[in-house]
């Protein structure tokens, strides 16, 4: 049986190797690390995947769903009144992180972890969107709409879920415990 640690892990080097790619830290090396990190992050939801095996899907949480149509709301405004058209592609490009965290909160143990994977995308995006239409710094500051949903996809989404799911972890372990010490059974 697959360990979701080791999928876990799987896919934080692949994110790892792919971020020193993107920004050149392997130089000349970079090509052959992009295509490792995205090749270990495509191996890496394969095996979360199948860790998964009986695990019954359930509808996304209410919130992520919520996050998700605000972030949609978002860049459709930014698609349909701050561009000459609409480029369906980059739309749903945007949108990638959402599908992520609603994919995500179908999982019953993860729905509280992808709560606030979309939220920090959502925030994000928010920052993005200050940053690019409401005061640009530069005349390349529309770059980040490109890079924005790779960094919320494989960075800032993933991160907030894990930190949520340790969090989650650890609550759950420390009132199973009181529980144990007020039955006077003791913590095993």
């Known amino acids: 049986m697959i360990r979701p640690r080791t999928a876990l892990f799987?896919?934080?080097?692949?994110?790892?190797?792919?971020?020193?790619a993107l920004y050149g830290h392997a130089e000349h090396h970079s090509p052959l690390a992009a295509a490792l990190g995205l090749g270990l992050l495509l191996l890496g939801i394969a095996l979360a995947l199948l860790s998964l095996r009986g695990t019954t899907l359930v509808r996304p949480h209410p919130l992520v769903l919520l996050g998700a149509a605000l972030g949609a709301a978002l860049h459709g405004y930014e698609q349909a009144s701050r561009s000459d058209a609409l480029a369906l592609g980059w739309l749903l490009w945007a949108l990638v992180p959402y599908a992520l965290g609603v994919a995500v909160s179908a999982i019953p143990a993860l729905r509280v972890p992808a709560?606030?994977?979309?939220?920090?995308?959502?925030?994000?995006?928010?920052?993005?969107?200050y940053a690019v239409f409401v005061k640009p710094t530069s005349s390349t500051a529309a770059l980040a709409l490109i890079f924005a949903p790779i960094w919320s996809t494989l960075m800032f989404g993933p991160v907030a879920m894990l930190l949520?799911?340790?969090?989650?972890?650890?609550?759950?372990?420390?009132v199973a415990a009181r529980r144990n010490r007020a039955d006077g059974r003791g913590v095993s």
């Open 164 to 174: 949520a799911w340790l969090v989650v972890r650890r609550r759950s372990r420390e």
């Open 115 to 129: 709560i606030a994977g979309v939220a920090v995308v959502l925030l994000f995006d928010l920052y993005v969107h």
């Open 10 to 20: 799987v896919l934080a080097v692949g994110v790892l190797l792919f971020m020193l």
